[in-house]
């Protein structure tokens, strides 16, 4: 097996932090760059929180700081789930420095080293730093195997009731990565909503034996609170989705859709218009993630983050 070249962009998060220990526990990514932008919370927290998860791996990856607010405004943080430092309370050792470089700087360059059609380019918050990278050298898309987003929903919201958290935070963002005519997968809201955690599930989960690395990742299980969405019952575990996509695309049911984004002012702002039905006759830009087998996916979470350091 050959591992794909991949590129990581997060906004940690206590998702983005369980997404980058899977994606490092994973022989089939080769992991070659992690960068981060503001969004959950603000940049400092954010990077911060990437260089402990990262360093609590012992693996050596480049991390590197991007934006701290979207193309045209703040972003906007979600101190609620993640907690105020992002990462639910969950004190991790200080993690190695940043690596110098701005984030869409960063990514240009890791593509341009690498072959054509070879890297796997993987956004888990706000995508500012990825519309950055390929705004400014579009012909780099030439190296990219496939985008892979967590973001936007087909049904409702979950920061407003029509738009999903990173796609609201920089919906002009997401929508130049729409329209740049690269091959593009989405775990929407609709999709994490089947990679369900409740709280039986985290106690049989703790009953694995495991690293640093698992007993963090239990941790920021414990923290995350119950979602009103769903009763209170759990709640979704959105950005490991889009790197189980990555490492085996034959967990999902996935089918080729078009989507626009909702670019107006008002109450719909940033909603992703997703064409299930094919009702609109207009060209696919996006692979949707339509259905999960949660059961191996979180048998598969379970088995590779215990398996780290
Ligand atoms: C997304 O928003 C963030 O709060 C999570 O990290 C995830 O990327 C879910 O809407
Ligand atoms: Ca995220």
Do not use: Y
Not at 102 to 115: G, Q
Not at 166 to 174: I, S
Request: net charge negative; hydrophobic share 50%; charged share 20%.
């Amino acid at each position: 097996m050959t591992a794909k070249p991949t590129i990581i962009d997060c906004d940690p998060g206590t998702d983005d932090a369980i997404a980058l220990f899977l994606a490092l526990s994973s022989p089939e990514l080769d992991v070659r760059l992690v960068t981060v932008a503001g969004g959950n919370v603000g940049l400092d927290r954010t990077t911060a929180n990437a260089r402990a998860v990262v360093g609590l791996t012992g693996r050596a990856v480049p991390i590197v700081a991007g934006a701290n607010r979207s193309l045209l405004a703040d972003f906007r943080a979600e101190t609620a789930v993640h907690g105020d430092d992002g990462i639910g309370g969950v004190v991790l050792p200080e993690g190695p420095p940043l690596a110098p470089g701005i984030a869409a700087d960063a990514i240009r360059e890791e593509l341009r080293r690498a072959a054509p059609g070879s890297v796997t380019v993987i956004g888990l918050g706000p995508v500012t730093n990825l519309a950055l990278a390929f705004a400014t050298e579009p012909a780099l898309l030439d190296r990219v195997a496939e985008i892979v987003l967590m973001s936007g929903a087909w049904t409702e919201g979950n920061i407003t009731p029509a738009a999903e958290f990173n796609a609201w935070n920089d919906p002009e963002a997401l929508a130049m990565l729409l329209n740049l005519g690269a091959r593009v997968a989405i775990a929407t809201l609709d999709l994490t909503a089947q990679a369900f955690v409740t709280p039986a599930l985290i106690e049989a989960m703790a009953r694995r034996e495991g690293g640093a690395c698992w007993r963090a990742a239990l941790a920021i299980f414990r923290a995350l609170p119950t979602s009103k969405r769903f009763g209170h019952r759990g709640f979704p575990l959105h950005d490991p989705c889009a790197i189980a996509w990555a490492i085996d695309p034959g967990l999902f049911g996935a089918k080729s859709a078009h989507c626009a984004m909702d670019l107006a002012s008002g109450p719909s702002r940033g909603r992703t218009v997703i064409d299930r039905w094919e009702r609109l006759k207009l060209p696919a830009n996006v692979t949707l993630m339509e259905t999960l087998d949660a059961g191996r996916f979180f048998a598969m979470l379970e088995d590779r983050v215990a398996s780290l350091p």
